[in-house]
């Protein structure tokens, strides 16, 4: 089990760029999410995938957002045309199927947009 | 949007002390969930409670759930100064999906 890992760890970029953020989630987990978190806050729910199938998108997902997973195995978050307000943490998290299993998250990115 | 809310918003005592935090939702769940997060890390999974279970321990955690109440207590007992985190709760909505939603946190200081 070598957890779940994301990648860049830190983005710093201008206004309206475009980033992309990697998530590789534990490889026996179907399931995949995505959160934002700022600071002082608890995350937010974005999106989640079981298998490659995206399931449920946050209203906080703009039409600047979008998420993929192909394959079912790792997953790419991109922000178009980035804005100040979305400088934050994204994390990454995955789980088993079924109700009651509990997230295991990655150290997530850290998104600076200046 | 953040389902549960923590009380209190920070805590801070001394090592060797316990401490409480508190959590409330709004809507009907599977489960209850608290997670630890260490300042720029992700989360960590501390403890689950399912909805038709009451009381749960794990180590030094000691969880409560009156879902009457729409209520989850956490209880660190003799904390110790790595216990220093945030803790958050986290409820697994019974929505038709598996959407976890968390609260705000509490801010735990332990004083060496």
């Known amino acids: 089990d070598t957890g779940v890992s994301q990648d860049p760890r830190h983005k710093i970029t201008k206004r309206g760029q475009n980033v992309t953020f990697r998530c590789d989630p534990i490889s026996e987990h179907n399931r995949l999410y995505w959160y934002r978190q700022t600071l002082g806050q608890g995350p937010e729910f974005l999106t989640y995938f079981q298998n490659e199938a995206q399931l449920e998108k946050s209203r906080l997902l703009s039409d600047r957002f979008s998420a993929e997973r192909p394959k079912g195995s790792f997953s790419t978050l991109e922000i178009q045309r980035t804005e100040q307000g979305d400088s934050a943490m994204y994390l990454c998290?995955?789980?088993?199927?079924?109700?009651?299993?509990?997230?295991?998250f990655g150290n997530g990115t850290r998104l600076t947009v200046t | 949007s953040q389902q549960g809310e923590e009380d209190p918003q920070a805590l801070s005592i001394q090592e060797g002390e316990n401490a409480t935090m508190n959590c409330s939702y709004k809507?009907?769940?599977?489960?209850l969930q608290w997670y630890r997060q260490n300042s720029g890390r992700g989360l960590v999974h501390l403890i689950l409670i399912r909805s038709n279970e009451r009381e749960k321990h794990s180590g030094r955690l000691r969880v409560t759930l009156d879902t009457s109440k729409k209520s989850s207590s956490l209880l660190i007992t003799a904390s110790r100064a790595a216990d220093t985190a945030s803790y958050f709760c986290a409820t697994g909505e019974n929505t038709g999906g598996f959407k976890t939603i968390f609260g705000a946190g509490t801010r735990l200081f332990v004083k060496a």
């Open positions: 998290a995955s789980s088993f199927p079924g109700p009651n299993s509990p997230l295991h």
């Open positions: 809507t009907s769940i599977n489960n």
